[in-house]
């Protein structure tokens, strides 16, 4: 059992930058994947990046590539999501998740555990 708590959401102007973080109760942090998917009104949940149990590989969608990054320190049981040159497209409910499979895995029904996840809003 994992459990996930995100933090660090909140308004920011478009362009600016926010870093957002999930913190994981457990001594097992270190064997998951995480990921970050993050939903708007009305729209499906979204895959945003994922990265691997020991934290070398990162995968991101196309529409955050260069802007977001994810990093986590296992030391800490904490992965972040650092964002910037946010657009007003950003703006969702954002929400971390644990997986036992491969962080290549971008679909929602692969993670097992999930947050309760953070609001990020772009204003323009």
């Known amino acids: 059992q994992v459990q996930l708590v995100e933090s660090g959401g909140g308004l920011v102007q478009a362009g600016g930058s926010l870093r957002l973080s999930c913190a994981a109760s457990?001594?097992?942090?270190?064997?998951?994947?995480m990921g970050w998917f993050r939903q708007a009104p009305g729209k499906e949940r979204e895959f945003v990046g994922s990265?691997?149990?020991?934290?070398?590989?990162?995968y991101y969608a196309d529409s955050v590539k260069g802007r977001f990054t994810i990093s986590r320190d296992n030391a800490k049981n904490t992965v972040y999501l650092e964002m910037s040159a946010l657009k007003p497209e950003d703006t969702a409910v954002y929400y971390c998740?644990?997986?036992?499979?491969?962080?290549?895995?971008?679909?929602?029904?692969?993670?097992?555990?999930w947050g309760q996840g953070t609001q990020v809003t772009v204003s323009s």
């Open positions: 998740g644990a997986t036992i499979y491969p962080a290549r895995s971008e679909t929602p029904g692969d993670y097992h555990w």
């Open positions: 990265i691997s149990a020991a934290g070398g590989s990162t």
């Open positions: 457990g001594r097992t942090f270190s064997t998951y994947a």
